[in-house]
Structures are given as C-alpha cells and as structure tokens.
Nanobody, 119 residues
Framework: QVQLVESGGGSVQPGGSLTLSCDVP????????FGWYREAPGKQREFVAS????????YADAVKGRFTISRIKNDARTEDLKMRRLTPGDTAVYYC????????????WGQGTQVTVSS
C-alpha cells in the first residue's frame, strides 16, 4: 500500500508562515492530480490546493493569495505547500493526496500533519 508522508506542521502565531512537505514515493504521471486538503475539528475534509504536471495551480478561495503549492515533476520526491499570513481559521490537520484521473485505484493519502494557529 502506497502512502504519502506529510511533514512540517506545527504551531504558529497569527500572521506567521509554515511550509508543509509531502514525500511522494512514486513517479508522478501526467494524469495525476496532486493536492492538499485539510480537516478542522468538527468539520469535513476540505480542498486547499491542487496542481498537475501540465496545468497551473488551483486554490480554495479561503487560501488564495496566501498559500502556494509547488510545481510538480515526474521524478519529484517532495512537494511543498507554502502557507503565509496564517489565521486561526487555518488550524486543521493537513493531508496531501495523489489522485489519478484515469487509473482507478490510484488514489493515495498521507497520514496528516497538524497545523495550529493561535496567539
């Protein structure tokens, strides 16, 4: 079973920055979508950002202009999510995901990393 591994979470004050990383033990395909999701306490998991090898990034409105997802390549091993101007509303467990739009069953998640924003 393939599993992605997130790192870089932690506690930060409002207005601070964090960079999350996701180790991807696979060759990334052109038909893969790499994305970040988050799950806050008592809420459903929600989309944060995604990107493909040939396409540009897509962001949730809540993070647009503050978060940056790294470009991906076929042989990349680590993908990042740079988060700036963090607010308490960004507090959540963050998950990375690799989903293939053609190959069913190629849908992998990490175990999550906690991000806490508080003063």
């Amino acid at each position: 079973q393939v599993q992605l591994v997130e790192s870089g979470g932690g506690s930060v004050q409002p207005g601070g920055s964090l960079t999350l990383s996701c180790d991807v033990p696979l060759v990334i395909l052109e038909s893969d979508v790499f994305g970040w999701y988050r799950e806050a306490p008592g809420k459903q998991r929600e989309f944060v950002a995604s990107i493909t090898i040939d396409g540009g990034p897509t962001y949730a409105d809540a993070v647009k202009g503050r978060f940056t997802i790294s470009r991906i390549k076929n042989d990349a091993r680590t993908e990042d999510l740079k988060m700036r101007r963090l607010t308490p509303g960004d507090t959540a467990v963050y998950y990375c995901n690799l989903l293939n739009t053609i190959l069913s069953g190629r849908n992998y998640w990490g175990q999550g990393t906690q991000v806490t924003v508080s003063s």
